[in-house]
């Protein structure tokens, strides 16, 4: 990538401005980002749909899940996504040693939300309350409950990917905010890591309700 | 033509996001409680319960990603995805929910009629 | 004529053109691997219709028979037609035609490129890990219980989805941000228009393929009972799924097709396009309400009847805005100075056979009549004229009216007629007999025939060869024109378009100096008196 | 008209195929008329606005929002009044008549299993009678198969766990073919099944008493005909090639290899076994996938397929 500009060491040869780039960059990500809520939208018209189908099974199958763990979760994605803004609001205004520690402090968090997950996901593989085939769970009254346990495993398992990836790409930016790369002149990568680690949120608080709160 | 990015954005600070942190718990709470009630019928509790969740999508999307400071065409971007994921859930529903063998425009056919018009 | 360097000659070496972010190299890269994906799906269409000269066995088993149609449709459809003219053309001109240096992300685009080659792979391979005779629609619960090679198969269409919707964010961030100074959205050549719809659909539509395919393998290995009907699923919500994506295919595939059109009929009429403003909401328009027309697919699925009217009217809709292009096309060529060179011949046939496609449509958008039509060979004889005979021909239109800036050579003009007049008499001798099977009762995806349709599946087999023969010839003359040296001229047709401004071919940043737009994109007139 | 119509359409079978034949023709005609309309218009302007040399001066007319209009509304006039039509014909063919004769219809991998009211069960064959409405109320064992009467336009997808039905009333005696065209599998395009439409006393004496030809027919004779109209044949050769199930051929009297490892001769008590319970002995290196035909054969046909079996060593 020739670099035309050595005052705009990131603003790439087929951009006139630093402003063009970034908005270019937005527009992209933006763009992004509806292609994911497409993606999980998918699974929410199916759940819908197979829950009008069998409301018995899966208000009876989500019992089995644990609202404490699913509301402590929830908490911690809503301060992690808390953290990420104020990350973004310290690049813009020019504060490295702030951008650095918030950004860790997301990656914490975000820590935390996998660990949980990794304590619930090893509570239903006890109780063979898993998707398909492999549901195992005795006892049930209500038939079909391994449906919801389907789609309990194929919503949070796809989000928890996606929480993974989430922290690959701010355990990136965070490299190159402790490297100095980033200022109020550019920081587009902050900003576009946090609107997709916000995605990643927004998607939970539509999970959480579907999930974990059927009355 | 200044090239600081931050001179011709404008996204709120750290108060306002503390703010909209303390809303959306306040919210996680109410949606909580809310499962607890009996509204008398599930799809209410339903209904409830996604309409707590999109005010607070709502605050993540406007503040946190800054659809409210940013150029329209973002928002456009946004609110064009879900209207597209709304007409599949719309469409898929209409069919699930009036699928019948007899189509509802004509649920007596005339008895003893040869073509049930 | 180029001297000096330009984006072929000014790096050298495999690695330059494997690691290129040029977006006209990617274009090329693309061109060839989707040449070669149309030559490998032509064979596969070759050798079904030599199977269907007889109503019992001629040359294959009907278990090699259903591989064979499924590998037809799943590589045109995946690997041609989607990224065709979007990929090709579309990553060669956008740029150029926007005065642009690149797309707005250099790398996305080369990873689309690589996305396509791992998917194209995949693909392959499912020929080998025990085939796969789903019919490229893998409808279940058929593919949730057949064997063999489903998984890659479905694998590579969940690949290529990646590579489709990389496309579709390019352009459109392109579009919005890399605009040459003084082009403003109602001086943008169609094609860009077109594009713009296009890379719409791509990045709606797309993901709802991905989580459908997610939710097929799913069913497949973990039975998660939601399209299984034995599961308590329901078979037809795979059918919404696959057609909301599946249907707004359509018009990725046939949006680039018309964008195509709306350049080469002014250019080879000498007149600016009639009705510019139509033609650019009428490409949104489809973009748009293609969606909503999907369940038009399913009307004797079992879907409610209820839904199926519903999709009927919103079918009709969608049939509008196409007619309004085809009109306005017309009323371009009306007192125009019309040259019929090859791309514009191309032209021609496109107006007929897309015209012969988009009017069968009417039958199949009719709730009624399509009861009868559903599944029959008027619905594939359908299909191959709006596929084939509107986005291949377009394509075709389009390469030749680009080769000269693409790789800087003319092509023999005289073979390049013949050809094009072959392939329009192969088309219409291979799917109009088809048409009229298709009403008669004949089923499509059928191994054994009844003997009266014998005649006709032999007409229709006949013009699959003399189709062969105008693609044979079409190719030994593209491939003698790149041995000849550059003697392309920069403006060969007389275009009004920024493309048509630089070098043929261009140097690899496109322009020397970032062109100011001053007059419109058809604007013949002002290019003349410039000249 | 009636030249166009035998062109492009089967023979009618009900009154329904005769509506839907016009609007078929309706179509057909309007759009022979659109497309030489663009077809004529094209080619003029080819001709008429041909390059003669090479500055020629052309229009400069670029729009005409009087001219957008007229071809923005004139074509949606049109697909309306089609939608309109279709829509109501559509609704007039969704509603069987409460009296219509019902017959369950099955379909799996690959045929076609009928069975009336009283009992009376058939495979890919099927007597109705002529003038009164019949309803087939249809659901699958496997796969979505579709269920397509070409001579009376009607075509329904039939899905497993679930019912779809599809009627008509036929005026014309004779058979008709019924074929499946919902993609599934090897012998799909074998799917075929007969539809009598016979008169009102050949029907009833038929739905009694079976078919008179079967009573009279000599028993290889009749069980040929069995093999070839009961589906045997999408799976079972009788030259010796390999399908879905083992051939026929040289089988009668002979030693066959079990799944189990057990090794039985194929007597005519064996064939009949095979025939009303397939699941109970799987032949060595197939699937067990045959469906029962019990209660679908009459005892005479049984006979006769196991004669026409013994008549292929």
């Known amino acids: 990538m020739s670099r035309t500009d050595a005052g705009e060491p990131f603003l790439q040869h087929h951009f ?59 908490v911690v994605l809503l301060v992690s996504s808390f953290t990420m803004v104020m990350a973004v609001h310290a690049a813009r205004t020019d504060r490295r040693k702030r951008l650095v520690a918030f950004l860790a402090l997301t990656l914490v968090f975000a820590g935390v939300f996998l660990g949980i997950k990794y304590i619930e996901y090893s509570h239903k593989f006890h109780e063979g309350l898993l998707p398909g085939k492999f549901y195992s769970h005795k006892g049930d009254t209500v038939p079909g409950q391994f449906q919801f346990f389907s789609f309990y495993f194929m919503m949070t398992g796809l989000h928890g990917i996606h929480i993974l990836g989430g922290i690959g790409a701010i355990l990136w930016v965070l490299r190159r905010s402790v490297q100095g790369h980033f200022s109020s002149r550019y920081y587009t990568p902050v900003d576009l890591v946090g609107l997709y680690w916000h995605l990643v949120d927004l998607i939970w608080i539509y999970l959480f309700p579907l999930l974990y709160l059927i009355s | 033509m200044s090239s600081d990015l931050s001179q011709t954005q404008h996204h709120g600070g750290p108060k306002l996001y503390a703010g909209v942190l303390a809303a959306l718990l306040v919210l996680t709470a109410i949606t909580v409680t809310a499962s607890y009630v009996d509204f008398g019928s599930p799809a209410v509790n339903v209904v409830i319960a996604l309409a707590i969740a999109s005010i607070k999508a709502s605050l993540v999307a406007l503040y946190f990603m800054h659809l409210r400071y940013d150029k329209p065409l973002l928002s456009i971007i946004f609110v064009g995805g879900l209207f597209f994921l709304g007409l599949l859930l719309m469409l898929t529903m209409i069919d699930a929910g009036t699928r019948a063998s007899v189509p509802y425009w004509n649920s007596k056919p005339p008895a003893g009629g040869p073509a049930a018009r | 004529m180029a001297e000096g360097t330009n984006y072929l000659t000014e790096t050298r070496g495999l690695k330059s053109w494997l690691f290129t972010v040029d977006h006209k190299r990617i274009g090329v890269m693309y061109f060839w691997s989707i040449m070669t994906a149309l030559f490998l799906g032509g064979v596969f269409a070759m050798l079904v219709r030599i199977e269907l000269l007889t109503p019992r066995q001629t040359i294959m088993s009907a278990e090699t028979y259903n ?117 403003t959205w109602f001086k943008m050549p169609l094609f860009v228009w077109g594009m713009y719809a296009t890379s719409i659909i791509q990045v709606l539509a797309t993901p709802i393929l991905g989580i459908t395919l997610i939710l097929l393998l799913m069913e497949r290995m973990f039975q998660i009972g939601i399209f299984d009907a034995r599961l308590g699923g329901d078979p037809l919500l795979f059918q919404h799924f696959f057609w909301f994506y599946s249907h707004p295919v359509v018009y990725i595939m046939i949006l680039p097709g018309m964008a195509i059109m709306s350049e080469v009929i002014p250019v080879f009429s000498r007149k600016t396009i009639f009705g510019y403003k139509a033609i650019a909401f009428s490409s949104i328009a489809i973009a748009v309400v293609g969606f909503f027309v999907w369940g038009h697919h399913m009307f004797v699925s079992g879907q409610s009847p209820l839904a199926g009217a519903i999709f009927s009217f919103l079918t009709f809709l969608v049939a509008i805005p196409s007619a309004i292009k085809v009109f306005n096309w017309l009323a371009t060529m009306y007192k125009g100075s019309i040259s019929l060179e090859a791309p514009m011949l191309y032209a021609i046939s496109f107006l007929l056979l897309f015209a012969i496609g988009g009017l069968t449509g009417l039958f199949l958008g009719s709730i009624a009549t399509d009861v009868h039509l559903h599944d029959t060979y008027f619905v594939v004889a359908h299909f191959h004229f709006v596929m084939f005979g509107g986005t291949v021909i377009a394509f075709l239109a389009g390469i030749h009216y680009w080769w000269p800036k693409m790789f800087g050579r003319m092509y023999s003009e005289k073979w390049a007629r013949v050809s094009a007049v072959l392939v329009f008499v192969g088309f219409n001798l291979t799917f109009i007999p ?5 009403s008669r009762g004949m089923p499509r995806r059928y191994y054994n025939y009844l003997p009266q349709f014998q005649p006709m599946h032999v007409a229709s087999t006949i013009g699959s060869w003399v189709l062969g023969l105008g693609f044979l010839i079409m190719a030994g003359y593209l491939f003698a024109s790149l041995r000849k040296p550059y003697d392309a001229p920069s403006n060969p047709w007389g275009g009004a378009t920024l493309e048509w401004e630089t070098a043929s071919p261009p140097i690899t940043h496109n322009f020397e100096t970032t062109p100011a737009v001053t007059h419109g994109p058809y604007d013949y007139a002002a290019l003349r008196s410039d000249a | 008209m009636n030249w166009l119509r035998s062109l492009l359409l089967p023979a009618q079978g009900s009154a329904y195929a005769s509506e839907y034949d016009t609007l078929f023709l309706f179509i057909t005609l309007l759009s022979a008329f659109f497309f030489l309309l663009i077809a004529a218009t094209a080619g ?62 099955t379909a799996k991998k690959w045929l076609w299993a009928f069975e009336y009211q009283n009992g009376t069960r058939t495979v890919n064959e099927v007597h109705i009678p002529v003038g009164k409405p019949v309803k087939f109320v249809m659901s699958s064992e496997d796969v979505i198969h579709s269920f397509f009467v070409p001579s009376m336009r009607l075509k329904q997808d039939v899905l497993p766990n679930r019912y779809t039905e599809l009627w008509f009333t036929p005026t014309t005696t004779g058979m008709h073919t019924l074929l499946c065209a919902e993609y599934c599998g090897r012998s799909h395009s074998d799917m075929l099944g007969k539809i009598w439409v016979d008169d009102d006393a050949t029907f009833q004496k038929w739905l009694e008493e079976g078919d008179e030809s079967t009573r009279t027919m000599p028993l290889k004779e009749l069980g040929k005909m069995l093999y070839e109209s009961r589906g045997c044949s999408t799976c079972h050769s009788i030259d010796g090639t390999r399908g879905d199930g083992p051939s026929l051929r040289n089988v009668f009297a002979h030693d066959i290899k079990l799944a189990d490892g057990k090794t039985v001769i194929a007597d005519a008590n064996y064939i009949r076994e095979s025939i009303l319970e397939p699941q109970a002995k799987i032949v060595l290196g197939y699937e067990p996938i045959m469906p029962t035909f019990q209660g679908l054969l009459r005892e005479r046909e049984i006979l006769a397929l196991i004669e026409f079996i013994r008549s292929l060593n």
């Open chain 3, 434 to 438: 088809q048409f009229i099977m298709g």
């Open chain 4, 44 to 105: 003029w302007f080819v001709w008429r606005y041909r390059r003669a040399r090479e500055q020629a001066p052309t229009s400069m007319v670029t729009q005409s929002l009087a001219l957008e209009l007229t071809w923005t509304l004139i074509p949606l006039a049109i697909v309306m009044g089609i939608f309109f039509w279709s829509l109501n014909q559509y609704v007039g063919a969704s509603v069987a008549p409460g009296d219509a004769m019902e017959i369950q219809v």
């Open chain 3, 67 to 183: 591989r064979m149609f499924t590998l037809h449709g799943a590589v045109m459809v995946f690997l041609v037609l989607i990224p065709s003219i979007a990929a090709t053309l579309g990553n060669f001109v956008l740029p150029l035609m926007l005065g642009a240096k690149d797309v707005a992300f250099p790398r996305l685009n080369l990873a689309s490129y690589w996305i396509y080659v791992a998917g194209a792979l995949f693909g392959l391979y499912s020929m080998i890990a025990g085939g796969i005779e789903t019919g490229w629609t893998f409808y279940t619960p058929y593919s949730t219980s057949a064997g063999g090679g489903v998984t890659p198969m479905v694998l590579a269409a969940f690949i290529l989805g990646f590579s489709s919707i990389f496309t579709g964010i390019n352009f459109i961030a392109t579009i919005h941000k890399l605009r040459a100074p003084g082009l």
């Open chain 1, 16 to 74: 006139a401005t630093p402003e063009q780039q970034f908005e270019a960059g937005k527009i992209g990500m933006w763009l992004f980002l509806v292609t994911e809520i497409l993606l999980f939208g998918g699974l929410f018209v199916g759940y819908g749909l197979m829950r009008s189908r069998n409301p018995a099974a899966f208000s009876e199958a989500h019992h089995h899940l644990d609202r404490i763990l699913g509301l402590t979760n929830t």
